[in-house]
């Protein structure tokens, strides 16, 4: 599996062939996801079903992908689910962005906060704009930070914009006292 993730995915597939059939749910994972990058899908959604079955989070989250691109989103929305309840961040995410989309923003914040907790950067960002929209400059920045970083570029400049937002406040209200 080693070989696998070093990008070396020709030298990967015996070993993993192997893994996999001695019952390795991670090898199923790895193996499926390998053989659907080649195309090979009637061999690689069995394996990463049958991971998915087996509780492996990355495995779930590839299951509810294929199945979106089938244009079955209950039951991909299910694994999707299923895969953020495991603790896969980028399913979490994602979960965040489908709430958000529909209008369900405790929900959309609940995964977010989550996925953020764990270190996702877009989560933390996403977090922040959301809390930005309700007006919580000061929980946003926060989460805002964090998304900074973690090497988010949208974040910085959401800080940027923030620091000169008080800038500005601060010279009004000095202004105003002038007066």
Excluded at 75 to 100: C, D, T, V
């Amino acid at each position: 599996m080693r070989l696998f993730r070093q990008g070396q995915s020709l030298e990967a597939e015996s070993p993993l062939r192997e893994a996999a059939d001695a019952g390795n749910v991670k090898a199923k994972t790895l193996l499926g996801v390998l053989l659907h990058q080649r195309g090979q899908r009637s061999e690689a959604e069995p394996l990463l079903q049958a991971a998915a079955e087996a509780g492996d989070a990355d495995a779930m989250e590839m299951v509810a992908f294929l199945l979106r691109e089938r244009g079955e989103h209950t039951e991909s929305r299910r694994w999707l689910e299923r895969s953020a309840n495991a603790g896969n961040p980028h399913s979490m995410a994602k979960m965040g962005q489908l709430h958000q989309d529909e209008g369900a923003t405790a929900e959309a914040e609940r995964w977010y906060k989550k996925a953020a907790k764990t270190g996702h950067a877009d989560a933390a960002y996403n977090l922040a704009c959301l809390l930005l929209r309700r007006g919580e400059d000061s929980k946003a920045e926060q989460w805002a930070w964090r998304a900074a970083d973690a090497g988010s570029l949208e974040a910085k400049k959401t800080l940027l914009a923030l620091a000169a937002k008080r800038r500005r406040d601060r010279h009004g209200e000095e202004f105003l006292r002038r007066r």
